[in-house]
């Protein structure tokens, strides 16, 4: 049996599939993406992609302190896209 890699969503803190989790990753540039593959050099956190989820990380700003950087607006769009 293969062993299936769990990540710990920041907003939450229930484990998923890695596969279920989106990466929000701050470069060593200093910008905040999505990291749709889930390779990209920098920092990452890990969030669920639902709509309560979103609203919750938007609303306590979890984001902007596992980063240790603000969010910009556009990053939580690209997340609400991801949903639809």
């Known amino acids: 049996m293969k062993k299936i890699p769990l990540r710990k969503c920041v907003v939450t803190g229930e484990r ?10 701050r470069t060593p540039e200093g910008s905040v993406l999505v990291d749709l593959t889930g390779k990209c ?11 309560e989820t979103i609203a919750k990380a938007k609303k306590t700003n979890v984001l902007a302190r596992a980063l ?5 607006e556009e990053v939580y769009e690209n997340l609400e896209k991801l949903i639809q």
């Open 16 to 25: 998923f599939p890695k596969k279920e989790l989106v990466r929000v990753v």
């Open 41 to 51: 050099n920098g920092h990452g956190a890990y969030i669920h992609v639902t709509p």
């Open 68 to 72: 240790e950087c603000a969010i910009p």
